[in-house]
């Protein structure tokens, strides 16, 4: 998995003057079928989540509210990507090492998962991560 298989993906956005609506729909919207949704908030302005990868979990990360940076790493290149659109959704592969930094007071991260929760999908430690990328590839 490379950052190029990183996709943001433009979500349908229905304009209306009484407000917008979007949404995400498989298999149209959402590029794996959503076993599990789970979002992130109460976070103090400016902090940030400890960085992991997942070893099989897909996902894609909407910020419904507010905004914060998505820094993804591939094990040789990595990237900030900002998100401050609840239109846009940010398609992260597994195997990608993901950290979330500078939040905004009052943002919601929502996370659209391909998996049920499994604490032995995660990958914590970023030279365990290099380690399994190596063996993979
Ligand atoms: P974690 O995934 O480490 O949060 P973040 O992605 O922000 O780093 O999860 C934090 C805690 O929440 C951890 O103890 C596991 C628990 N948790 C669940 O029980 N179910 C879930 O679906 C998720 C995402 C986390």
Known sequence: MKLDEIKLIELPKIEDARGNLSFIQAPDTLPFE??????????????????????????????????????????????RYHLCRSYYGLY??????REMDNFSTN???????????DEADYITDY???????ISIS
């Open 34 to 79: 959503l076993k599990r949704t789970y979002w992130i908030y109460d976070v103090a302005g400016g902090n940030s989540r400890e960085g992991h990868a997942f070893r099989s979990q897909e996902e894609v990360i909407v910020a419904l509210s507010g905004s914060f940076d998505v820094v993804l790493d591939d094990g040789v290149n990595r990237r």
């Open 92 to 97: 992260v592969p597994r195997m990608i090492w």
């Open 107 to 117: 943002s919601v991260a929502l996370v659209l998962s391909s998996t049920c929760y």
């Open 127 to 133: 030279a365990i991560f290099q380690n399994e990328k």
